[in-house]
Nanobody
Framework: QVQLVESGGGLVPTGGSLRLSCAAS?????????????MAWYRQTVGEQRDLVAA???????NYADSAKGRFNISRDNAENTVYLQMNSLKPEDTAVYYC????????????????WGPGTQVTVSS
């Protein structure tokens, strides 16, 4: 019912920066997103579980995994239903597929609220 489109992944050298974006929109024509609770970024490498990188509430309160503190910054634009992840001082261990998640999304054409995931975007940091 909701589509999340991620962008901004790619290949960067150690110490480089990337900015990921994730925009949420209603799939059904005529529908629109009324509200989104938390938005978050997770990452996953092959054979590992998907781990939280950073999350942000609707009113802008953010929290970060220890590995992201001081290097990453999460922000959102509620009017555009978009969340961003600015990643600086990237390390090879940051290499992963990054997934966007939108929680408790309310859509005008859908009864109730649900969580949604994006398809993921690859981030590769070369050593």
């Amino acid at each position: 019912q909701v589509q999340l489109v991620e962008s901004g992944g790619g290949l960067v050298p150690t110490g480089g920066s990337l900015r990921l974006s994730c925009a949420a929109s209603a799939r059904r024509p005529g529908g629109s997103i009324t509200s989104i609770d938390d938005m978050a970024w997770y990452r996953q490498t092959v054979g590992e579980q998907r781990d939280l990188v950073a999350a942000i509430t609707a009113d802008g309160n953010a929290n970060y995994a220890d590995s992201a503190k001081g290097r990453f910054n999460i922000s959102r634009d509620n009017a555009e239903n978009t969340v961003y992840l600015q990643m600086n001082s990237l390390k090879p261990e940051d290499t992963a597929v990054y997934y966007c998640k939108a929680e408790a999304v309310v859509v005008t054409t859908v009864l109730g609220y649900y969580d949604y995931w994006g398809p993921g975007t690859q981030v590769t940091v070369s050593s």
